[in-house]
């Protein structure tokens, strides 16, 4: 059963890059025909998508996020991450990472979520 | 800018039926967009439900089912427990990115 497990600080000042980092477990990044998403949640509000990277490299993103977004993989940690430039207390949420069950899902097995806070 | 929207609450009772659904600003909903349930309790994750319309996940209960209704995206529980209390999300792709519904908070009383 692959497991995912969110990183990165908790704390991050405004203009800065937010970034986070994917831990999976159970199962190599490298192998079957994934995706690897990003999902965001502030504080009593619905979800966001933000974006998702495939297995092959090619990815996705939210219109509303692309200029500020990046998703990459690095097989050899068996993780992938999310950097989030110019942030703003706007970009307060809890982030979860999350991978598809195959052709035509969405994100099926996500990280329990990390909170970010963008504060001076 | 794409919208997706969701009933923002619904009351059922338990062991009723309730029909939650999702539409889209692009017009009818349809198997092309993907459309995809979440179960989400306070303090927890989101749980994936549905899958393309109408596929349930290993872990989907029975009770639980998706399909088209009136150009729209739709779950169903049936023979509803008091456990099913919770936000229901839908998320439908557009050209590969994902956007998800405002969220239904469904009360069991």
């Known amino acids: 059963q692959v497991q995912l497990q969110e990183s990165g600080p908790a704390l991050v000042e405004p203009s800065q890059t937010l970034s986070l980092t994917c831990t999976v477990s159970?199962?190599?990044?490298?192998?079957?025909?994934?995706?690897w998403s990003w999902i965001r949640q502030p504080a009593g509000k619905g979800l966001e998508w933000i974006g998702r990277?495939?297995?092959?490299?090619?990815?996705n993103f939210n219109p509303s996020l692309k200029s500020r977004v990046t998703i990459s993989v690095d097989t050899s940690k068996n993780q992938f991450s999310l950097k989030v430039t110019s942030v703003t207390a706007a970009d307060t949420a809890v982030y979860y990472c999350?991978?598809?069950?195959?052709?035509?899902?969405?994100?099926?097995?996500w990280g329990q979520g990390t909170l970010v806070t963008v504060s001076s | 800018q794409t919208v997706v929207t969701q009933e923002p609450s619904l009351t059922v009772s338990p062991g009723g039926t309730v029909t939650l659904t999702c539409a889209s600003s692009?017009?009818?909903?349809?198997?092309?967009?993907?459309p995809n349930w979440f179960q989400q309790k306070p303090g927890q994750p989101p749980r994936a439900l549905i899958y393309?319309?109408?596929n349930k996940h290993s872990w989907t209960p029975a009770r639980f089912s998706g399909s088209l209704l009136g150009g729209k995206a739709a779950l169903t529980l049936s023979g509803v427990q008091p456990e099913d209390e919770a936000d229901y999300y839908c998320?439908?792709?557009?050209?590969?990115?994902?956007?998800f519904g405002g969220g239904t908070k469904l009360t069991v009383l």
């Open positions: 159970g199962g190599s990044l490298s192998s079957g025909y994934y995706y």
């Open positions: 999350a991978r598809n069950n195959g052709a035509g899902s969405g994100p099926a097995y």
């Open positions: 990277i495939y297995t092959s490299g090619s990815s």
């Open positions: 692009t017009g009818a909903v349809t198997s092309g967009y993907y």
């Open positions: 393309t319309t109408s």
């Open positions: 998320l439908l792709y557009y050209g590969g990115a994902g956007v």
